[in-house]
């Protein structure tokens, strides 16, 4: 059983869903909690992805007790009925600790897709980084993307023999989507002249992040498009109304701040593989850019993927004002600084973790 509620579980679990439809050994259910409504059901439509059960827990302005209290209860019924051989979950959300903890009391193995991942402070992200660590403790798989999320794995004692290195999904997914001549539905997309203007995708919406932080990226890359003429930026704004309040209310209609909505996942792949330069506080962001040859500037305090920064890929730069605008002010005017970041590479993984992911599955329960 596949077990996934918000939009990055379900572009990462995309690809294994698509594999285990391909094996014949396999039969799967798919159940998501729809943690996420609308931007997980973009993510359902793109990749075909007709779930078994829905929770359909969303709520607007959902608190992290009532998401955790559904999941629980909604999944009591199905895992008793199903009684899966082993569950599912990918990544760090509330969904995914929740499912992995109904599996846990219903004595159903749990895979952990993206295990090992830590930035080494509970609180940031939060509450991801209790939330994969407490999944950690439960599960009997760790599929972990990297090397270095091994070696987290094994500072905390886990028995070396459960833990697989397979890469990450993430780099599965962008397989189906990226295409060389692709035209955007969106027609702002289409116009947009990436060529003779710097386009700067922006996205934020870590909760940590709401409030001074939000508001200081948000102040830093408005100047940065005041100053600089040939700069334009375009951010598909999360749902959530704390951050669309902020936005608003620091961007209030600027002519080269596009806010938009969620892009779906196509789109807005495909729309990072063209921009000039990423500022995210995104997880799944830190993964991508790097494989499309982007820099990113990470806003953040901590990241628990170090790996594109130690490849000179992606900066963290935290969440003052100041550090975000020099070092954007630097990757716009400095051509060798920008050269220096923009490479394409892929230490997150190869494109085929899933065909691992479920190879490992089959042959330790045959
Ligand atoms: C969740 C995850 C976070 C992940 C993010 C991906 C937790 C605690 N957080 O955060 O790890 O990075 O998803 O985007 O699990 N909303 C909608 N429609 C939607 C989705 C969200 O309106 O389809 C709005 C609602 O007002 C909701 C708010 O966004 O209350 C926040 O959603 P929630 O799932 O609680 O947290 P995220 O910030 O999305
Ligand atoms: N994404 C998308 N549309 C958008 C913004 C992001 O499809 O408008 C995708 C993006 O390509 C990535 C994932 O959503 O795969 C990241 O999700 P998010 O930033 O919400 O969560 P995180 O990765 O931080 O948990």
């Known amino acids: 059983m596949t077990v996934f509620g918000t939009r ?6 995309a690809p294994i869903i698509k594999e285990l439809e391909n094996r014949d050994e396999i039969q799967n259910i798919v159940c998501i909690t729809a ?62 600790f929740v499912a992995a903890l109904a599996a846990f ?7 952990h897709i993206e295990a090992g991942l830590r930035s080494g402070n509970i609180y940031s992200p939060y509450p991801e980084e209790a939330n994969r660590k407490l999944t950690g403790v439960l599960a009997e798989y ?41 035209k955007f539905c969106n027609p702002l997309l289409n116009r947009l002249d990436y060529k003779n203007k710097k386009v700067i995708l922006l996205t934020c919406h870590r909760r940590e992040n ?29 749902l959530n109304p704390h951050v669309r309040s902020i936005a608003y209310k620091i961007f209030n209609d600027h002519e080269k701040v596009h806010l938009i909505e969620p892009l779906e996942y196509e789109e807005f792949t495909n729309l990072m593989s063209k921009v000039y330069l990423v500022v995210t506080d995104s997880g799944g962001l830190q993964e991508e850019a790097p494989a499309l040859g982007k820099p990113v ?22 969440t003052d004002y100041k550090e975000l605008y020099e070092n954007l002010k630097i990757l716009l005017s400095s051509k060798q600084e920008y050269e220096n970041m923009a490479k394409t590479i892929n230490p997150y993984g190869d494109g085929k973790s899933s065909k691992r992911i479920v190879d490992i599955i089959i042959n330790s329960n045959k």
């Open 105 to 111: 009391y219903k004595k159903v193995k749990i895979g």
């Open 297 to 318: 500037l990470v806003v953040r305090e901590e990241t628990e993927r170090p790996e594109g920064i130690n490849a000179g890929t992606a900066r963290l730069v935290g």
């Open 8 to 13: 990055p579980e379900g572009i990462k679990m």
């Open 142 to 182: 760790h599929f972990a993307p990297t090397e270095n999320n091994r070696n987290n794995l094994i500072r905390e004692n886990y028995p070396k023999e459960k833990i697989y290195v397979t890469g990450n999904t993430v780099i599965d997914a962008l397989d189906y989507v990226i295409k060389k001549d692709y």
């Open 35 to 96: 943690q996420h409504r609308q931007m997980l059901d973009q993510v359902l439509d793109i990749f075909n992805i007709v779930p078994d059960y829905d929770l359909d827990i969303f709520k607007e302005g959902q608190s992290l007790i009532s998401i955790s209290r559904k999941v629980l209860a909604g999944l009591e019924e199905i895992i008793t009925k199903e009684s899966p051989d082993v569950l599912l979950v990918q990544g760090d959300t509330t969904t995914v």
């Open 210 to 238: 709401i409030g001074e932080p939000m508001k200081n990226i948000f102040t830093a890359i408005k100047d940065i498009a005041n100053e600089n003429e040939d700069v334009e930026i375009v951010f598909p704004i999360h």
